[in-house]
Every structure is written in structure tokens, then in C-alpha cells.
T-cell receptor
Framework: GESVGLHLPTLSVQEGDNSIINCAYS??????FIWYKQESGKGPQFIID?????DKRQGQRVTVLLNKTVKHLSLQIAATQPGDSAVYFC?????????????FGTGTKLQVIP | NAGVMQNPRHLVRRRGQEARLRCSPM?????VYWYRQLPEEGLKFMVY????????ESGMPKERFSAEFPKEGPSILRIQQVVRGDSAAYFC?????????????FGEGSRLTVL
């Protein structure tokens, strides 16, 4: 079935380095791809999205890259900080029946080493 | 502007009891989503509701689970005759009318433990 999946379950990064979290997807009909951050014991928090007809979008310290040829999505975090430690989920959104249906991947845990 | 409010944050039930989880969306939001998250796993879509209407319940088990979003009051996710496999975190999210980028606003979740 349609799915959004991640390559690595855990990523350890030294504070100050850049982090790259990868995601593979299978649904070519997605309208948007989104990254969410979930801190321990909390609900997911929207980070950034990218429309399916774009290949790059930048936010504050974060960049999302979309490669539709190989169905790959990545989130780059510049100058990783301890506060970035969390689980990161990629998700895909498609409009279905007139509403936005958001499907989440499994998640990657980012551990920032001080 | 208060965010999405969920209660209770933690709920313990014995097998066979009922669990009721409540969600108040953000002010101005008319779309509510429920997701379930097992430990160390992703969020699985359960149901999407608008005021007084269930739009998509394709992710919700056919038996024992029900959801509503009445004209007045919070959205309710109801689990009857709970079993141990129902133990999970249940997250509610809301979005404004016309939202179309995949940005959902999540509550802090309700953690159900079935003994």
C-alpha cells in the first residue's frame, strides 16, 4: 500500500554539526510533503512543508529537499543544537474527498551530542 | 490563542471498561483529526471529522471505536470494552477551513494504559 518510510531509526550528531534526515515515499500522488518534530511526551509540531512541484525549500536553519525521480525527501538542520533532539517524522499530504489527508512515516530519532 | 486541548492527558482503564478521550480544536478550526501512536512508532490516521460529520473513518477499527464532533463541545473518541492492545497515545489535531499544505496543529495527546 501507499506509505512513507524512513531509512534510519536513530541519528547521532555532534552539537554544531549539520544533520540530514532522510525519508523515502511511495505515493506519487502526494500534493505536499511535510516534516514534523516530536519531543518526548509531546505532540508533533510542524516544521516545514514543500509542495510536490518544488525541489527545495528553506526555513530558519532547516532545508527540505525533494527528489521526485527517486521519491526521496530529506530534512537538513544547520548547526544542530541540543534543543533539536527529538523524533522527526516525514509525512505526505494529498487532498482526498475534499480534505487534506496526512500520512506519517515511522520516524527518526535525532540525538544531539553536546 | 489556546492550542489544541486534549484531556485527560493520562487514562488508566481495566480490560472491558470504556475510555473517552476529548479534544477541543484551536479557535477557528473546524477540522479535527485523530491519530494513534504506539510506543516507538509513527502516527496512524484513525478518523477525520468536521462539525457534526464524520468525513473519513477509514483508519478506525470497525468495532468498539467511535468518534464524534458535535455542534457544541469537544470532539470525543470513544473506545468501548478496551483491551490491552488499545494502550497507546491518542493525538488529536486540528486545521483551519481551507487548510491545504498538510500543516496540522496537534495537542499533547492522551495516553491510555489498559491493565
Amino acid at each position: 500500500g501507499e506509505s512513507v518510510g524512513l531509512h534510519l531509526p536513530t541519528l547521532s550528531v555532534q552539537e554544531g554539526d549539520n544533520s540530514i534526515i532522510n525519508c523515502a515515499y511511495s505515493n506519487s500522488a502526494s500534493d505536499y510533503f511535510i516534516w514534523y518534530k516530536q519531543e518526548s511526551g509531546k505532540g508533533p509540531q510542524f516544521i516545514i512543508d514543500i509542495r510536490s512541484n518544488m525541489d527545495k525549500r528553506q526555513g530558519q536553519r532547516v532545508t527540505v529537499l525533494l527528489n521526485k525521480t527517486v521519491k526521496h525527501l530529506s530534512l537538513q538542520i544547520a548547526a544542530t543544537q541540543p534543543g533539536d533532539s527529538a523524533v522527526y517524522f516525514c509525512a505526505e499530504m494529498r487532498v482526498s474527498g475534499g480534505y487534506q489527508k496526512v500520512t506519517f512515516g515511522t520516524g527518526t530519532k535525532l540525538q544531539v551530542i553536546p | 490563542n489556546a492550542g489544541v486541548m486534549q484531556n485527560p492527558r493520562h487514562l488508566v482503564r481495566r480490560r472491558g471498561q470504556e475510555a473517552r478521550l476529548r479534544c477541543s480544536p484551536m479557535k477557528g478550526h473546524s477540522h479535527v483529526y485523530w491519530y494513534r501512536q504506539l510506543p516507538e512508532e509513527g502516527l496512524k490516521f484513525m478518523v477525520y471529522l468536521q462539525k457534526e460529520n464524520i468525513i473519513d473513518e477509514s483508519g478506525m477499527p470497525k468495532e468498539r471505536f467511535s468518534a464524534e464532533f458535535p455542534k457544541e463541545g469537544p470532539s470525543i473518541l470513544r473506545i468501548q470494552q478496551v483491551v490491552r492492545g488499545d494502550s497507546a497515545a491518542y493525538f488529536c489535531a486540528s486545521s483551519p477551513p481551507g487548510g491545504n499544505t498538510g500543516e496540522l496543529f496537534f495537542g499533547e495527546g492522551s495516553r491510555l494504559t489498559v491493565l
